[in-house]
């Protein structure tokens, strides 16, 4: 909200909608205190006003700022074919849950711009390495309380930076070491998604095999039945 203020906008300015904290703690809070859930609740609002400031000190039109032809998502489809090297017009292009634009690429070069941005990271240039100190400084503001991203960042002491994606989609930054990794579930399940992460970062040698309690209950989920009682297990077969 003080983002947008400071470029004299308002909520109605986000093209984002309303949804429920991620969390679950967060979602029952939410419903709890009765609060009117709006567009800044959306975990993509901040990045909607960011793209309303860069419109803002370009000098673009600020309106339809979410539309493919707009200056703003030219501008975010070159930075992103650069860090990832591909070519632009070879990108797949979408329209994201959050209304903004959205890319495809193979996981070869997903992964490849996070090597980079590790790398970019370890040189100590300007933008990547005050990206990381913010998030190394506030990790919830990053993914949120409780959720993965947060807690494996919190778990390697701000070593590996992971992005969660829509359908399956996960990538990785390991900055110490420079190397990027990107993960794909075919279905676009979830649930395999942050066992897949950590077992690949174990084979890697990032994580050790005994993990921290916090990631080693995301490695291995109980199944529960209706009645409370644990059936199963869900976890990595490599």
């Known amino acids: 909200e003080s983002m947008l203020q400071d470029l004299g906008r308002e909520e109605g300015d986000l093209v984002c909608g309303p949804h429920e ?21 959306n975990n993509c609002s901040g990045k909607h006003a960011a ?11 600020m309106d339809g700022y979410e539309r493919m032809g707009h200056p703003v998502q030219r501008a975010a489809a070159g930075s992103v074919a650069r860090w990832a090297e591909v070519g632009p017009d070879s990108m797949l292009r979408a329209t994201d849950g959050c209304g903004v634009v959205v890319f495809g690429m193979p996981l070869r070069n997903m992964a490849g711009a996070y090597a980079r941005l590790a790398h970019a990271i370890r040189r100590r240039e300007e933008v990547p390495t005050r990206i990381i100190e ?12 409780d959720r993965f991203d947060t807690i494996l960042l919190e778990e390697t002491d701000g070593r590996v930076l ?3 994606g829509a359908e399956g989609v ?15 579930v075919v279905d676009g399940g979830t649930r395999a998604q942050l066992p897949a992460v950590l077992r690949a970062l174990q084979l890697l040698g990032v994580l050790p095999e005994s993990l921290p309690t916090r990631l080693a209950d995301i490695l291995v989920r109980p199944v529960r039945n209706s009645r409370g009682e644990i059936v199963g297990a869900v976890g990595p077969a490599a």
């Open 134 to 145: 913010a998030i190394r400084s506030r990790p919830h503001l990053f993914a949120g309380t």
């Open 162 to 164: 992971a992005k969660i």
């Open 170 to 184: 996960h990538s990785v930054a390991v900055i110490d070491a420079g190397l990027g990794v990107a993960i794909k």
């Open 51 to 61: 793209m309303l400031a860069l419109a803002h000190t370009q000098g673009w039109p």
């Open 21 to 41: 904290p991620l969390a679950p703690r967060g979602a029952r809070i939410a419903r709890e205190s009765g609060i009117r859930l709006s567009r800044l609740h």
